[in-house]
Structures are given as structure tokens and as C-alpha cells.
């Protein structure tokens, strides 16, 4: 506890004091030495920042440069509360900050309809990313702004805005604010000239347990101490002792979320009975924090995680995972309607990005092609909407679009060059219908392609606590909360930390899925037709199938591309069902004729991209696999590469291999 001698201490003088002045009837805030009226906006019943001291010098500065008709500037890594402190410090003084999220496409038209709608309602302005604009508007905008804090300084009533004919009113309790993430892709230097219009403030890592103790004790935690300092212990060593994984996040916003999932944890968990508290808090917060990270782990590190766990809470033994029994048997039934196998680690996957949309609203299954990303998608939503259409709720919409298919004006948005009309880009038309503010639809928005810093950018104050995708045009439309937005790429390689701190990962491997499904789900849709052929085919991919031959593909040939294993089994199927659907009639085939079928689509699918040695050495294979049977007499320097299956029945050597001519 800090001890006060008198008023005039700094210690006192630095917290944010509320007064009630007798002479005017106001209510007043100081910091330091500047004084504020209070502003009486009604902003609803908002949560408040926890104060760290990283808070109280952020405070500090950003008043002080208010009170010398300066900007603020608060600069640093992703997942600081650069953005957060300022709409903080704005609701502490009673006053409506306008968050906007700054892109590559404004010109100096947008700013200075922004900048004069501030001067005229006296509103603050937050420009999020604000070293994304382009160095030539940048330097008109400094001109604007340098306009705007001279009539500050001389206490005027109206002034003449750079390029605007006639006089514009200003509100001398307006504030401009602007956050950089410096060094990331698409950023650039600020002007010398702008520099001196805003004071920097230097946002580093903040105190996460002062965080994590307080937002625990808010949630209903007893023993918010000791599970504070667990907390933050295990991310510690996640951070130090986890493989480098562009995917990883354990910055303060998903400190948040899951410190938001274990207060609802605790009060699902404080309706039954209760035991020892203690012990039932200790367990909660384990499950919480190993249920909310192991989505986006890759396989390598989930067995450290798991031990860095156990070793951080001694008592605990394996805590049950939550289970949702509605929401799995309804996914069942998906897929025994559509001819999918429930595999259980997809499965999981699927259940992990159920978990995820219930506390993100921006989400990311990351992982390569094959994995079963859009599929889980499409299953999850579709027991989403049966489960919503029991209680008379509107199932779950998606809308899917490939992001990389367009330029990113035409997907946000861009002004006409010559007329100046502003066209909506794809994705804010879709945003518009997803998001009015009188629908009942929930939709989820689903982005199929890579991610990079180009257009998600533009998605910041979307994917974060602001829930709002500004335009260039001014346009500021907010998330509905039966709204959700998914990105399925492949890797995150070119998404800065500002944009993976924001989202709630599920990360899917290639062997959540396997081919096995793929292969089962197959056989299944020929055995509707033929229990023969099903047969047939099944033992033939048992034999040829085998792990131990991939394997071996794997290790003694090198494709000339990389390529999913699970895709040259696909490629395989369907070369397999074209063939089989040129059978004439009635036609019917032998056990050998499906072999050499077979055969020849394993050699043009798995073996495609092979070099000419490679080839030979998959002939050589083949040959002892199929143990010479059913495979083409090849005299040297000719393979299998040689052959085909004669499928003619006109032809005499229908079923037999022969040469390419």
C-alpha cells in the first residue's frame, strides 16, 4: 500500500482524480497538472482496463499531450493494449472515442472527411495501423493535423481546413490518437513533420499477472493468486520451450479469452456441488487452459505442453474434457447423411473449432490441403442449424469466398478514379447483408485461401474487440454478434503478429485426417452399387495401401513438387472411378482386370511427379509387390510408365496391358 505525505505527492498526483467543482457545476478529471471537464457520454456499461503500470505511464503521457494540443501515440508489439488503453482513457473522462482502422487505400479526400467530423462533434480519434497509409497522403495529412492543433493552440472557434473553401467549427475537447505496429510488411515511416504532432508513447510488454490475478478475482476465483501466478509461469515457458510456430500466440489477447472461459467454467461449475473450492478452482483452470491451447499445437509440442501442465499442478490428474453430446450427435448424423466417416481426431478438430467460436469471433483453421478444414466447417455448421431449427432459431448460414481471387480494392472497396463514387468491394456487400442490424441470420463468413498482410490488415478492428470493419470511405459497420468470421489457410507465413494475436487458431494436421477415411468414405459410395467391386477394390488398396509401401515411396522417391499424400490417394480414386465408369453395359471384370486398373492408376497418381530413375525404381517395386501377376511384360528400357489397360471391348486385347503408340 502507497503511503501519501500530502496532495501535491506525485504518487497521487499521477492517478486519473475525479472533482466536482463548485464554481461551474462540473465535474472535473486531472492527471498531473492538466485538467479535464468530464464529458457525460453515455457509453453503456463497458468492462474497464486493469491498471498496470504500464497503464499509468500511458495515461500520463497521453494527457500531458492532450494538455499541449498535441496527439498521442502510443507505439509497440501487437497485443499491448495500444488501442484498448486509449478507448480506456476515453471512457474514464466521459468522452467517445471513434476507433478507425487505417489501409492503404485512403487519400487525403477520406482523412479530411474524418478529421473535420472530429473538429465539429469534439469526438476523439483513434487511427489504428496508422503507418499503413501511403507516404504521399501521409504528408497532406500532416498539413491537416498541423492545421487542427494550431486552432487548438489559439483557442479559435472556426479555421480554415486545408483544401476546404469556407470556415470549420472546432471543438477544443477533441483528441487525435494514432497506434503503429512498427517493422511489419506494408508499414511505412512517418513524415519528420507528423512525428512532431503527436507525442510517442513506447507500449511494451505490459505486467500479465497484475492482469490475470485481477480478471480472475472479477471472474469469482477464491485462489486468484496462486492460479495468477501459474498462469503466467506456463505461457513463460510455452513462449521459451515450444517450437517456433508462426501460429503461436500467447500474448494478452488470448490471455483474455482464455481468462473469459474459465469464469465461465467456474460459474457452470459453482451451480452443482461443491466439495473443496479450492481444489475444484485448481482443476477448472487447468482443463481451461489445456482445452483452449492444444487446438493450435502441433503434434511435436503437445506432449511438453501436456508435462509443463502436470508439472505446474501437481494435484490435478487428467481433467474430463468438456463434452458437447447434442452438438457430436448431430455432427453424426451429417455424416452418415453426406457418406463421410466420423473419424475422432477430425472430429476433435471440429469440436475444437466449435469451442474456439464460442468466446473468438474471429477464427482460423490453419493447416495444408486435404486436412478436412472445410469439411469440418460445413459438418459443424450444418449440426449448428438442425440444433437451432429444434429450438425455432434460423440455422447457420456460410458464405464462402477466396480472398486471393481479387485485388484488395475490389474486395473492401475503391473510389472511382475519375468521378470519385465510391464502389463496394465482395467482401463488404457480403458484410453488409451478414451484419445488419435487425437480422436474426447467423452467418459465418468463411475466407478459403491464403492469408497475407495485404488485404487481412484491413480486418484488424474487425477480428479484435472493436468488432467493426471501417472502410476507406468512411463506412464503419459493426460485427453482429450472430456473426463469425473463419479463414482457412495453409500456413500463417505471411500474416504479421497483429493479425494471428487476433484470432482463435485450430490447427489441422495432416494425420488429424489421414487418407484412410478418404479411402473408406470411397469404398462405401461404390459398395451402393456393386458389394462385388467394393470388395474387390478394398483388398486391393489393403495390399497396395499398405503403410509400409507409402512409406517407402516416401523414403526412396522425391516428387518434383511437394504434394499432400492423402491428394495422390485422391488423384488415385478418382482415376480409378473414371475407369471404371468407361465399363460398357453390362460388361463385367475379373478380380485381374481391377488389378491392372488398379496398378495403372496407382502408377499415374502416386508415382506422376516422379523423375525417369525414380520411375524405374517404383517400376522394380511395383513388380515385387504385385509379385509379377497381372503386370506388364516390360523388356528394359521400358516401365509400367509404357502401358496402358486396353478398356476396348471391341479390341482383342480387351484387359490386357498394352504399349503406348
Known amino acids: 500500500m502507497i503511503s501519501y505525505q500530502s496532495v501535491s505527492d506525485f504518487q497521487w498526483q499521477r492517478q486519473l482524480r475525479c472533482y466536482w467543482n463548485q464554481e461551474d457545476d462540473e465535474c472535473h478529471v486531472q492527471v498531473c497538472n492538466v485538467d479535464f471537464t468530464y464529458c457525460y457520454e453515455y457509453l453503456g456499461c463497458t468492462g474497464r482496463l486493469v491498471i498496470t503500470p504500464l497503464t499509468d505511464r500511458c495515461y500520463i503521457s497521453l494527457t ?61 480519434g483513434c487511427f489504428d495501423e496508422f503507418n499503413r497509409i501511403e507516404l504521399e497522403v501521409l504528408s497532406v495529412v500532416a498539413q491537416q493535423v498541423e492545421a487542427i492543433m494550431n486552432a487548438l493552440r489559439e483557442r479559435r472557434a472556426k479555421f480554415q481546413f486545408p483544401g476546404t473553401p469556407g470556415e470549420v467549427t472546432v471543438d477544443p475537447r477533441l483528441g487525435f490518437f494514432i497506434t503503429m505496429n512498427p517493422g511489419y ?11 512532431a504532432l503527436f507525442r510517442s508513447v513506447a507500449m511494451m510488454v505490459p505486467d500479465r499477472e497484475i492482469i490475470i490475478r485481477v480478471f480472475l478475482a472479477a471472474q469469482g476465483y477464491q485462489e486468484y493468486d496462486t492460479l495468477a501466478r501459474k498462469f503466467r509461469i506456463l505461457y513463460r515457458l510455452c513462449e521459451e520451450q515450444l517450437s517456433a510456430q508462426r501460429h503461436y500466440d500467447f500474448g494478452l489477447r488470448n490471455i483474455i479469452s482464455v481468462l473469459r472461459t474459465a469464469g465461465t467454467n467456474l460459474r457452470d461449475a459453482l451451480e452443482g456441488d461443491i466439495k473443496d473450492r479450492a481444489d475444484m478452482e485448481e482443476m477448472l483452470m487447468m482443463r481451461t487452459l489445456r482445452d483452449m491451447n492444444l487446438s493450435k499445437l502441433v503434434a511435436d509440442d503437445v506432449g511438453l505442453f501436456i508435462s509443463l501442465l502436470r508439472d505446474l499442478f501437481p494435484n490435478q490428474g487428467n481433467p474430463a474434457v468438456k463434452e458437447w453430446p447434442e452438438e457430436e450427435s448431430m455432427m453424426k448424423e451429417s455424416c452418415e447423411k453426406w457418406g463421410l466417416i466420423y473419424h475422432p481426431s477430425w472430429k476433435k478438430k471440429a469440436i475444437q473449432l466449435y469451442e474456439t467460436s464460442l468466446v473468438r469471433h474471429g477464427l482460423m483453421m490453419v493447416g495444408p490441403a486435404g486436412g478436412g478444414k472445410t469439411t469440418a466447417t460445413r459438418v459443424l455448421l450444418q449440426a449448428l442449424s438442425e440444433i437451432a431449427q429444434q429450438k425455432g432459431l434460423p440455422k447457420c448460414e456460410e458464405v464462402r469466398m477466396n480472398p486471393k481471387a481479387m485485388r484488395a480494392p475490389e474486395m473492401f472497396g475503391e473510389n472511382d478514379k475519375l468521378s470519385g463514387e465510391w464502389t463496394d468491394g465482395v467482401f463488404s456487400a457480403i458484410w453488409f447483408e451478414a451484419n445488419k442490424p435487425t437480422t436474426t441470420k447467423r452467418t459465418w463468413i468463411v475466407c478459403d485461401g491464403p492469408v497475407d498482410a495485404i488485404w487481412i ?18 463506412d464503419r459497420v459493426p460485427m453482429h454478434e450472430n456473426c463469425r468470421i473463419l479463414f482457412e489457410p495453409r500456413d500463417l507465413r505471411n500474416a504479421s503478429p497483429a493479425t494471428v494475436s487476433r484470432a482463435g487458431i485450430v490447427y489441422v494436421s495432416q494425420n488429424d485426417l489421414g487418407f484412410e477415411p478418404v479411402v473408406e468414405a470411397w469404398l462405401r459410395e461404390r459398395g451402393k452399387e456393386n458389394k462385388k467391386e467394393e470388395e474387390i477394390i478394398r483388398n486391393l488398396c489393403e495390399k497396395y495401401l499398405d503403410i509400409d509401401k507409402l512409406n517407402w515411396i516416401k523414403r526412396s522417391c522425391q516428387n518434383m513438387m511437394p504434394v499432400m499424400r492423402v ?34 492408376a496407382f502408377t499415374w497418381s502416386l508415382g506422376a511427379l516422379l523423375e525417369t530413375s525414380d520411375r524405374l525404381r517404383l517400376h522394380e517395386q511395383l513388380k515385387k509387390w504385385s509379385e509379377g501377376k497381372n503386370f506388364p511384360e516390360c523388356e528394359s528400357p521400358a516401365t509400367i510408365y509404357d502401358y496402358y489397360v486396353e478398356q476396348s471391348t471391341d479390341s482383342k486385347d480387351f484387359g490386357f496391358w498394352c504399349p503406348w503408340k
Open 64 to 124: 500531458q499531450a492532450l494538455g499541449m494540443c498535441y496527439g498521442g501515440a502510443p507505439a509497440g508489439p501487437a497485443g499491448t493494449g495500444k488501442t484498448e488503453t486509449t478507448k480506456d482513457l476515453a471512457r474514464g473522462l466521459g468522452k467517445w472515442c471513434v476507433v478507425f482502422n487505417c489501409s492503404d487505400q485512403m487519400h487525403t479526400a477520406d482523412t479530411a472527411k474524418l478529421y473535420k467530423g472530429l473538429c465539429m462533434s469534439g469526438s476523439w
Open 185 to 195: 510488411a506494408g508499414r511505412q515511416e512517418l513524415p519528420e513533420n507528423l512525428k
Open 457 to 474: 490488415e484491413n480486418l484488424n478492428t474487425v477480428l479484435d474487440d472493436n468488432r467493426l470493419l471501417t472502410l476507406a470511405n468512411g
Open 567 to 600: 491428394h495422390m490417394i485422391t488423384n488415385l480414386l478418382g482415376l480409378l472411378k473414371g475407369m471404371l465408369m468407361a465399363k460398357a453395359g453390362e460388361t463385367s471384370y475379373d478380380e485381374d482386370m481391377y488389378e491392372r486398373l488398379f496398378l495403372y
